[in-house]
């Protein structure tokens, strides 16, 4: 049995075009959605990560203003400059890039923002509505791996999931999502001594480790769903995730590729959480 591919190109692509409708709808009606990103210093990789946020924004008609700023911008200006935005009324949304230089406190960084405005969803407010359930901004990697997973056709409701990683991002917020949903979940991560020991009676399998081939074939329960958000550099300069992905596809039902599968569903899940907070706003 060969994996069917979930295409996080072409749901992206999808997803894109409805936005970019309910864009153009509110911006006849005077309001234009707005995201603002703040990049302060001048990592490669931060750099790539905003240009295509900047890129998707304007492909989407969404307002983009983005902030570049040296790594030596100090905390208190980089408040400053939230503060303003924060007032801002063509602002609906505010990300600030990570990672930040290391004389900047990014926990009080991110607390600065409007929660209002954390399309990111990383605030502590956030992070409390997405484990109580209430509305509120979803962390976008998990929010868009559970689009991955639900466009699939599978119910999630009753399945067992087992997400690998605890970070605040994307495990811990994943979990809860799929909890959510229904799912029995188990949690994984550095200090679980056998791991393929859950991955096996998984129906779900979340992989975010942020380690090459960390999910091996054995490990992977025939016909499962495996998300791969691993983005990691192979000594040749290839890309690939946190899953064995020519031996697991063999295995599982469904899988997504590094690149073209969370990677663009992240990007998408940041405009859904602008259109949504310039909704509420309205």
């Given amino acids: 049995m060969?994996?069917?591919?979930?295409?996080?190109?072409?749901?992206?692509?999808?997803?894109?075009?409805?936005m970019a409708t309910l864009t153009a709808e509110l911006t006849a009606r005077g309001h234009r959605p707005g995201l603002a990103v703040i990049l302060v210093g001048d990592d490669p990789a931060?750099?790539?990560?905003?240009?295509?946020?900047?890129?998707?924004?304007?492909?989407?008609g969404i307002l983009s203003i983005l902030d570049r700023y040296p790594a030596t911008f100090s905390e208190a200006d980089l408040l400053a400059r939230i503060a303003a935005l924060n007032a801002d009324p063509s602002v609906h949304g505010i990300l600030v890039q990570m990672p930040l230089p290391r004389h900047i406190d990014a926990h009080r960084v991110i607390e600065a923002i409007d929660p209002a405005k954390d399309v990111d969803g990383y605030s502590v407010l956030s992070a409390g509505q997405?484990?109580?359930g209430l509305p509120g901004m979803r962390p976008c990697t998990p929010y868009g791996c559970m689009k991955l997973i639900e466009s699939t056709g599978q119910d999630i409701r009753g399945k067992h999931a087992v997400v690998i990683g605890r970070s605040?991002?994307?495990?811990?917020?994943?979990?809860?999502?799929?909890?959510?949903?229904n799912a029995t979940v188990t949690v994984c991560h550095s200090a679980t001594p056998d791991i393929g020991f859950h991955t096996r009676q998984a129906d779900i399998v979340v992989a975010a480790v942020g380690r090459a081939g960390t999910v091996k074939a054995d490990m992977v329960k025939p016909g499962a769903i495996?998300?791969?958000?691993?983005?990691?550099?192979?000594?040749?300069?290839?890309?690939?995730?946190d899953v064995d992905f020519e031996a697991v596809r063999e295995v599982a039902g469904w899988i997504t590729p590094v690149p073209g599968g969370v990677g663009p569903m992240t990007i998408t899940m940041l405009l859904a959480n602008t259109l949504q907070a310039a909704e509420r706003r309205i």
Avoid at 46 to 60: G, L
């Fill in 168 to 181: 605040n991002t994307v495990g811990k917020p994943m979990a809860l999502l799929l909890l959510q949903a």
């Fill in 130 to 132: 997405t484990l109580t």
């Fill in 226 to 241: 495996v998300i791969d958000v691993g983005i990691n550099r192979t000594a040749d300069g290839r890309l690939c995730g």
């Fill in 46 to 60: 931060s750099a790539v990560y905003v240009r295509n946020k900047v890129a998707a924004c304007e492909a989407t």
């Fill in 2 to 18: 060969t994996a069917q591919l979930i295409d996080g190109n072409a749901l992206s692509k999808r997803l894109r075009g409805d």
